[in-house]
């Protein structure tokens, strides 16, 4: 959609710095004072009200054009404006960007997680930040790691910048207000957020209490999946995606800190004003929003299950055609209908790794034990399904399963090609269920042989 013109949401309900701009992938633009942009060219000697222009890449500088992301930003001070770096005191321990023996470890278990409590320390966004699992390098810029958070307070005086990867967050309790060098987004449960690759920005929790799951992904982006025989409509539409409107302020901030993640570790810089100092912007690399209730949900309209990707909403590429460093897919609330089918996710093992979120309600293959802020780690051909539970209640019903809409209900999906190693707290965490495999040991056997045998020679006779 590059070039388009720029059309805002228009939202009367919302603060002007609250309306946004949409379009996925759109080449957008944005003047929080008009004439603030620089007309014909990025980067005029002297540019507009005295601001200064600078890039962020977030492609290669020669990539190709389909895929190159970039975005001009038009600033008060450039961000370069810092004391230099220092590893930060307290360091933080429980954030990997490089998965070894030394941090992690693999586990092919079927693994779940309870809900982790929020604690009542003040506890931050960075702080409550640890991750769970993942696979890869971020100085290879191959690889993700799966991360989930626990905060309760507002980021203070400083900004957090992650020079690793992108960060797609999912949050399942608490809003979250979050400032970006391109301007402001306020992300509920139900919707998520994607910071990419070296923006700054500030997380506030106006509700307090806050948890939620981030995937992050070193050296790829986003992209919406392509749609095939599906059509030009249905699962995300372009549209529905949100981006900021500039917004910026000028004060002085004594003592403020750019947090920087850099290999997994965090580093500080002060520097003595705002990075939210963007007075207008223009480029296709920016934060964007999405509300999973606006997804279009596409499936089978008379028998069988159809893969869990009909329902991806944003896909991370790699090289090979058709595998997927990290999809992002989701099971919303819908319509099941397919006749003499088994409705639940089928049992199977799967050569990509599975990392589950529930945001809401239940999830259609487990009765008990997967809640909302729990998780579920199913990795590459480990054997998972539908609990016991699940399995005696679909058959009971049997044919009688009429048209069935399933409410109350947002569960997601992380599924990567690369095999994750998970981190030592994540393991030893109170919160990890090791009852787990228990939800199928009850999964009877349902085969007679002698029953078998007169139905075959019923089948052979003709009968
Ligand atoms: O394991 C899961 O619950 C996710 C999933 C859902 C589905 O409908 C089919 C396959 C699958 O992996
Ligand atoms: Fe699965």
């Not at 372009?238 to 850099?262: H, M, N």
């Not at 399995?391 to 399963?401: H, L, N």
Request: with cysteine; aromatic share 12%; net charge negative.
């Amino acid at each position: 959609m590059d070039g388009q013109s720029v059309s805002k949401t228009n939202d009367s309900d919302l603060p002007s710095d609250l309306q946004y701009q949409f379009g996925f992938g759109n080449h957008l633009s944005s003047e929080a004072i008009a004439g603030a942009l620089p007309r014909g060219q990025n980067n005029p000697l002297i540019c507009p009200f005295g601001l200064y222009a600078e890039q962020i890449s977030g492609t290669p500088f020669t990539a190709p054009r389909k895929q190159n992301q970039f975005s001009w930003l038009y600033r008060i001070k450039p961000s370069v404006t810092h004391e230099p770096f220092k590893p930060r005191v307290p360091s933080h321990g429980k954030l990997v960007s490089e998965f070894n023996h030394s941090n992690s470890s693999t586990n092919p278990t079927q693994l779940r997680w309870k809900p982790v409590e929020i604690p009542d320390s003040p506890t931050d966004f960075i702080d409550g930040l640890y991750t769970v699992c993942g696979a890869g390098s971020s100085f290879l810029r191959h690889g993700y790691a799966i991360h989930m958070y626990t905060a309760n307070k507002s980021m203070d005086n400083c900004a957090f910048c992650n020079a690793d990867g992108d960060f797609l967050i999912v949050p399942q309790k608490g809003r979250l207000s979050i400032t970006t060098e391109c301007g402001k987004l306020q992300v509920s449960p139900g919707e998520i957020v994607v910071l990419p690759h070296g923006f700054r920005f500030v997380v506030d929790l106006p509700d307090g209490p806050s948890r939620g799951y981030v995937a992050e992904i070193f050296g790829a982006h986003f992209q919406l999946p392509d749609l095939g025989p599906i059509g030009a409509n249905g699962l995300a539409a372009s549209r529905d995606f949100l981006v900021p409107v500039a917004w910026y302020e000028e004060c002085s901030r004594p003592g403020y800190t750019i947090v920087q993640k850099y290999g997994g570790e965090l580093f500080t810089a002060k520097q003595d004003f705002s990075p939210f100092n963007v007075v207008a912007w223009h480029g296709n690399y920016v934060p964007y929003k999405y509300d999973l209730s606006k997804f279009s949900p596409v499936n089978t309209v008379l028998k069988d299950h159809a893969d869990p990707s009909i329902n991806t909403v944003l896909t991370a590429p790699t090289d090979k055609p058709g595998v997927a460093l990290l999809d992002f897919v989701i099971f919303p609330p819908r319509w099941l209908v397919a006749e003499h089918t088994f409705r639940p996710p089928y049992y199977h093992r799967n050569c990509m790794s599975e990392f589950m979120g529930l945001i809401y309600g239940g999830y259609e293959a487990k009765a008990d034990g997967f809640l909302p802020g729990g998780a579920s780690l199913h990795s590459c051909m480990t054997p998972h399904g539908p609990d016991t539970k699940t399995f005696e209640a679909t058959v009971a019903q049997g044919k009688d399963a009429g048209p069935f809409r399933i409410t109350n209900t947002m569960a997601f999906m992380f599924e990567s090609c690369l095999m994750p190693r998970i981190c030592p707290w994540a393991l030893e965490s109170p919160s990890i269920d090791h009852d787990y495999y228990q939800c199928w040991v009850g999964l009877r056997s349902h085969f007679s042989r002698e029953e078998a045998n007169d139905e075959s020679q019923k089948i052979q006779n003709g009968h």
